[in-house]
């Protein structure tokens, strides 16, 4: 990180506009989670939040950038669980420490993962699905936003759960690769719910099952991956706003009251619920939660991923 501001410079914090990147393709996910929350948080904070997308090897790109930046609060990124819990397993030689390279500023989002299809895919349910996949093995593609992002990590975790080895089709983020799939010249992917919900509400793409305990109330008609017969399936990411390490901390505490205070604000929940985002409760908004999700997160995937035999190098 770079030098961190002085309290001085803190004092009026802020005085220009903050930039957020985010590390994939606009219209993915995580693009969408950022636009909406930020939304208020410029309200709050008096000043525009610029996002700026950097794509490239799963958010990692992104990340590192964003971990480098000046510590001054004028840089924030949204991370998630791809870029602050499954990537330290996928790459060896990553150049940040999702532990300890951040300055952690609060959840954002929950995000249930959906397993779509294009609509074209002869399977009409999950288990015709898993018996299309065993039969045809790496003639099938999934999609994913590239090593260690939701939808590989996930997808990933999925293939090894069903004992299928999918062909993998990188794409720059969900977003675009959302667009093949409704162009039916992908197969399936494993998503993060609020950029598939609108599709599979409109009939545009298939959903099979979603990875949760429960069925989402913007999804009534989609089962639960234990309802339609799959075991050990159950997962749902997460997107979250960060700042360089070294951010000082009244900072940290003005990003983070402005990011709980849009998470409150009833248009920007409207927007998050409807597209099946689930919202943070109150103890799970505060940096120091997300400091500790994150140290489990890392601790919960790498095991799962090197079991899947997933490497990105
Ligand atoms: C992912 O991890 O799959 C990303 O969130 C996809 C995206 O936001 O484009």
Redesign the pocket.
């Known amino acids: 990180a770079g030098l961190a501001a002085t309290g001085a410079q803190a004092q009026g914090y802020p005085t220009r506009p903050i930039t957020m990147i985010?590390p994939?393709?606009a219209?993915?996910?995580?693009?969408?989670i950022a636009r909406i929350v930020t939304d208020n948080m410029s309200r709050t904070l008096g000043q525009q939040i610029v996002i700026e997308n950097v794509a490239g090897a799963?958010?990692t790109t992104g990340i590192t950038r964003a971990a480098q930046a000046q510590a001054d609060g004028y840089t924030i990124m949204m991370g998630?669980?791809?870029?602050h819990g499954a990537a330290p397993a996928l790459y060896p030689n990553l150049k940040y420490d999702p532990t300890k390279d951040f300055a952690p500023i609060g959840l954002a989002a929950g995000t249930p993962i959906v397993i779509v299809a294009k609509k074209d895919f002869p399977a009409t349910d999950l288990k015709g699905f898993l018996d299309h996949m065993k039969a045809n093995g790496e003639k099938v593609n999934m999609a994913?936003?590239?090593v260690g992002?939701?939808?590989?990590?996930t997808g990933i975790f999925f293939n090894s759960v069903i004992k299928a080895k999918p062909t993998m089709v990188a794409?720059?983020?969900?977003?675009?690769?959302l667009n093949d799939l409704m162009a039916n010249t992908v197969d399936f992917m494993t998503?993060?719910i609020v950029?598939v919900a609108p599709q599979i509400q409109g009939g545009n793409i298939k959903a099979f099952a979603i990875a949760t305990r429960e069925r989402s109330p913007v999804l009534p008609n989609v089962p639960t991956t234990k309802e339609a017969g799959l075991e050990g399936y159950e997962v749902s990411?997460w997107?979250a706003v960060f700042a360089p390490k070294g951010t000082p901390p009244d900072v940290v505490k003005k990003l983070s009251d402005a990011l709980m205070k849009s998470l409150d604000d009833e248009n920007t929940k409207k927007r998050l619920l409807e597209l099946g985002g689930v919202i943070p409760t109150g103890a799970e908004r505060t940096p120091e939660a997300l400091q500790k999700l994150v140290e489990s997160e890392v601790a919960r995937w790498t095991p799962v991923l090197k079991a899947a035999g997933a490497t990105a190098e």
């Open positions: 985010v994939f393709a219209g993915g996910p995580t693009d969408v799963g958010g998630h669980m791809g870029t994913h936003a590239g992002s939701v939808s590989h990590s794409y720059r983020g969900t977003g675009p690769a998503d993060q950029n990411a997107n």
